[in-house]
């Protein structure tokens, strides 16, 4: 089946250590986003990439990285400057602009 | 600024009713709408779109209508499920980027 896979599902940061939340997707979308989502709200887009080896900064991308080395892989890095990391993080993959993206199904991030 | 919201946090409809979820927009640029539905713990679900050249789009069960003249996106369910129950988003574009409001919470009653 074609989809959009989010690995870890649940993942544990320590104060000062960066991770990183694998995005792999097999639709042969050129685009693909990363949003974060808090408790009771709507979600805020962090970063996208409408082709390979190019991506762009979202609304909140402080404290986030990014690479888009293949199509099919868009991992998201949180580093240690973003100090409120706690969030349920989306990834997302669309044909071109003004289609449906279609979405993984999460990594919920914690501190430990 | 750009804003997409909902007129409504929650909404309970019983069982084999019609569900109408409503939803604001401030960006007269936006020239693409689309809604979404969520379930507890995973990712959002698509569920229908609509373009700016269009009032009205029928899908399974649900239609969406846009009134540009007012800024003002709806979704309607038809015969509400219990499966219906979810978090309802609506989100705009004029580019790559969605805009996404905080969610209607469907409550389906039995």
Redesign the interface.
Known sequence: DGG?T?SPKYLFRKEGQNVTLSCEQNLNHD?M?WYRQDP??????IY?S?IVNDFQK?DIAEGYSVSREKKESFPLTVTSAQKNPTAFY?C?S?IS??Q???????TRLSIL | GES?GLHLPTLSVQEGDNSIINCAYSNSAS??F?W?KQES??????II?I?SNMDKRQGQRVTVLLNKTVKHLSLQIAATQPGDSAVY?C?E?G????S????TTVTVRA
């Open positions: 959009i989010q685009a986003y009771g709200q709507g979600l805020r887009l996208y409408q979202g989306l997302a669309s602009r003004n449906p993206q279609h979405f993984g199904d999460g | 997409v020239d693409y689309i979404y713990g995973k990712g959002p679900q698509f779109d373009r988003f989100a574009s580019d790559y980027k969605l996404f409001g905080a969610g």
